[in-house]
């Protein structure tokens, strides 16, 4: 701010110059070449040249002798020359003066007194007044630590006069054990002879707290450089010091708080970060709202005010100080110092006294007898606000630190208290976030496996630690027709909701494709096909087309046939348990993960002996903190060659040893134990391409089924039978085969040579055909078509009577 000078300004300004006689300096500028640019009233009186004879000259006419071509490079390259010079004076004479240079950009700035001051009797004593009346604290010591003089700062802080100080050592006027080291630094100085300095927190007596000092012990001697004591100096940097405490909180506070999403546990480090320094008790309490990650009410509270404890700490073992439990709700009634500071929403200061203690008592007097007993004598609760939400307060008491909060401490409280509301806000909504997402894969993954006859089936799902968030991890058991299951296990990339989401995508399309029976290859293929799409049509503000994509494992068993067909994309290995213990890894072509595009899928068959167990899983079982997947292969190895009839026991037993922390990515595990089909429950026919035939394949099935005690079935079975074969034979190409399997339900197919599939149509009123497939849908639980590597087989599903057996 600017503004024209008052008429008492210039006075002060014209006292000031009469006090300094700037013109008993003389000074001079010159140039770097040598040019003298400035001359003052003082440079006249000292040679006798006005300014207007010198400047603009080369300022080598000054000198009695002929100067240097240039000066010497020691001169030059410094900031600053002390020294004496011989100049000219205007009436020729030489006349040698003490010099001191100032580098002045290029050039120099030259000043030397006009006349230089004496010493004078009367300086001692001006020495003397100058040691009193010095500004900060010191004293004079003997050989013996002995205090010999101290100037009146030094009395104002010991509080008592030098008369009464004399002959005392500091140990002696001071007690506190800071003391010790001072007299030490004292001793050091005068058997090395070199200065020492300290820093010491002293409580002197007389003041309220704690005083931090920076002290400093100089050697004295005499004439002949003997040692005659040592002068203390010291200066009280508390105000720094506190200062350079509150920032070291602050630090303190921005590292310590908010290491994890948990959300008491960032409460309980702001409390531990105020305690001791800021604060002897502290305690920090939520709404109640917050905890399952919801918003809190909006607007300030009305009445009493319901809040949580999450955290507390103390100087003291236990928190003794502490009413509330830890995790307990409670109500602190309107006038109490949590609900004014929620209700005004702004930090508040409380100084405790007796009536405010009696207003305590009234309401809640078990707080009111713990303030009185542990001396509680200053409150500060700040509440806990984020982006625009109050989640609660945290309150910071003292009982054992003598000082009363003051404004300073108040916005220290505040900023250590906005740091730690940020992050409990973060960790409110990541919370919400993992709710959200644990109960949307909880609905998209199988709630119950379904019943089928091929194989005995054991699963786990493991989400990730908190830290880490919901994943998609997915698994599926999907029952195929001709007694064939499906087992399906995949991985999406990334974590949380858009993961789940995309999870359930993934698991519906799948199931889609596998309905139609596509081979595992072509099923990977189509599903790949899918991703691609998915993150085509990603919305940019939330996901990137690359952060869409997933591994997937999957793998049809057929229990008549034994046979195993297995295919994935990015996805880890299969292990196989044979009946013998044996195990391996299955060598199934990796394939590209899902998302790539462009790229083939193939597929490995094998045949699995009855009984032999399959271990599928998604990479967060071998994959941990610490550990490469090379080990957690030999640990999934380990655990396997010790199996168990129950399949529940062998998934508890891999989580168990697979995974000793917490998962930092989730878990799918998927354990099967294989059953077979023999020939009892299986029947086959060849059947020659004569419609005459069809009467054979009827009572071929009749005889069949009347061996398997399922003569009930035989009206609609004979009926899809003919339906069948006659489509085969009519529309078809040989070779045909009549195929019925006893499983948990009755499954008639016929296959043949042709690729084409059959479908349903409406006949028309006078259609002599048409009709036979729209019989077998109504009479039948479920019919369907699938490709062969040959041809195609239809087939046809029925429940059993409630009273078969096979």
């Known amino acids: 701010m600017t503004g024209t000078a008052s008429a008492g300004d210039e006075r002060r300004g014209a006292s000031s110059r009469e006090i300094v006689d700037e013109a008993s300096t003389a000074s001079a500028t010159v140039d770097g070449h040598g040019i003298v640019t400035a001359w003052n009233e003082g440079a006249r009186r000292l040679l006798g040249y006005r300014a207007a004879e010198v400047t603009g000259r080369s300022v080598a006419a000054l000198l009695p002798d002929p100067a240097p071509a240039e000066l010497p490079r020691s001169v030059t390259s410094l900031r600053r020359w002390s020294g004496t010079v011989t100049l000219l004076h205007r009436d020729g004479r030489p006349l040698t003066v003490g010099l001191l240079a100032h580098r002045d950009g290029d050039g120099w700035l030259l000043v030397s007194p006009v006349n230089r001051p004496a010493s004078l009797p009367e300086d001692d004593a001006f020495v003397r007044r100058s040691f009193t009346q010095a500004p900060c604290t010191m004293a004079l010591y003997d050989t013996g630590l002995r205090l010999r003089r101290a100037n009146a700062d030094m009395e104002r802080v010991m509080g008592l006069s030098e008369e009464a100080m004399r002959g005392l050592r500091v140990t002696e006027l001071v007690r506190d054990p800071e003391s010790e080291r001072t007299e030490a630094g004292m001793r050091r100085v005068l058997e090395t002879g070199r200065r020492q300095e300290i820093a010491a927190a002293l409580h002197l007596v007389g003041q309220e707290r704690q005083s931090v000092w920076s002290m400093s012990f100089a050697p004295v001697r005499d004439a002949e450089g003997r040692m005659e004591g040592v002068l203390l100096t010291a200066h009280d940097v508390t105000e720094q010091h506190v200062a350079r405490q509150r920032l070291l909180l602050v630090n303190d506070a921005s590292v310590r708080i908010g290491s994890t999403l948990d959300l008491a546990r960032t409460a309980q480090e702001l409390a531990d970060v105020a305690v001791p320094w800021f604060a002897d008790f502290v305690t920090v309490d939520l709404l109640p709202a917050i905890e399952g990650g919801d918003d809190p009410p909006q607007g300030p509270p009305h009445g009493p005010v319901m809040l949580r404890r999450v955290a507390c700490q103390s100087v003291l073992d236990g928190c003794p100080e502490a009413v509330v439990r830890l995790g307990a709700v409670a109500a602190y009634p309107a006038g109490s110092t949590a609900a004014e500071c929620l209700t005004a929403g702004r930090p ?172 595992p290859d072509e099923l990977l293929t189509h599903l790949d096909d899918l991703v691609n799409r998915l993150a085509a049509g990603a919305d940019s503000a939330a996901v990137t087309a690359g952060d869409i994509g997933a591994t997937c494992l999957y793998a049809v068993y057929d229990p008549v ?236 599903e029925q429940e059993l009577p409630t009273d078969g057996s096979g």
């Not at 655990?639 to 529940?648: A, F, G, I, Q, S």
């Not at 004569?690 to 071929?700: E, F, G, L, Y």
């Not at 059959?758 to 009709?771: S, Y």
């Open 561 to 796: 046939s034994r046979h195993c067909t297995v295919a994935r994309a990015g996805h880890p290995v299969p292990a196989l348990v044979t009946p013998g213990g044996g195990i391996e890894f299955l060598d199934v072509p990796a394939g590209p993960p899902l998302g790539l595009g462009g790229l083939p899928f193939e597929s490995t068959e094998l045949e699995l002996a009855e009984g032999s167990l399959l271990v599928l899983y998604t990479n967060g079982l071998i994959e941990a903190r610490g550990r490469d997947i090379d080990e957690g292969i030999d640990a999934l190895s380990e655990v396997l060659r010790r199996p168990t009839e129950d399949l529940e026991a062998t998934c508890d037993a891999l989580l168990r040893t697979m995974l000793t922390d917490p998962p930092s990515d989730d878990v799918a595990l998927l354990v099967a134990r294989t059953h077979a089909l023999d020939a009892s429950h299986v029947a086959t026919w060849q059947v020659p391409p004569d419609p005459a035939i069809v009467a054979d394949a009827r009572k071929n099935a009749s005889r069949q089924l009347s061996e398997w005690g399922l003569d009930e079935a035989a009206f609609v079975t004979e009926l899809v039978v003919s339906e069948l074969v006659t489509n085969a034979i009519r529309h078809a190409r040989p070779p045909i085969e009549l195929r019925l399997i006893h499983d948990r339900t009755l499954v008639c197919e016929v296959s043949d040579g042709s690729s084409t599939a059959p479908h349903l149509r409406r006949a028309r009123t006078f259609d002599e055909g048409g009709r036979g497939l729209l019989l077998v849908a109504q009479l039948t639980q479920a019919w369907g078509t699938r490709q062969t590597a040959d041809g195609k087989i239809i087939w046809a």
């Open 348 to 519: 508040l200061i409380e100084h405790v006294t007796p009536e405010a203690l009696d207003e305590v008592a009234r309401h809640t007097p078990q707080r009111a007898e713990r303030m009185r007993r542990f001396g509680f004598h200053s409150v500060l609760a700040v509440p806990m606000r984020a982006r625009g939400l109050t989640l609660g307060v945290a309150t910071f008491s003292r009982h054992r630190q003598p000082k009363l909060f003051e404004r300073d401490d108040l916005l220290l409280g505040e900023e250590i208290t906005a740091r730690a509301a940020v992050c409990i806000d973060n960790a409110r909504r990541y919370t919400r976030e993992r709710s959200i997402a644990l109960t949307l894969q909880s609905s998209l993954l199988p709630q119950g496996l379904p019943e089928q006859a091929a194989l005995d089936v054991a699963s786990r799902y493991l989400p990730a630690g908190s830290r880490a968030g919901v994943g998609g991890d997915w698994f599926d058991v999907i029952p195929l027709s001709g007694a064939r299951v499906a087992l399906v296990v995949g991985d999406v990339v990334g974590h949380g909701i858009q993961a789940s989401a995309t999870m359930g995508r993934l698991r519906t399309a799948v199931r889609t494709l596998a309905d139609v029976d596509l081979p």
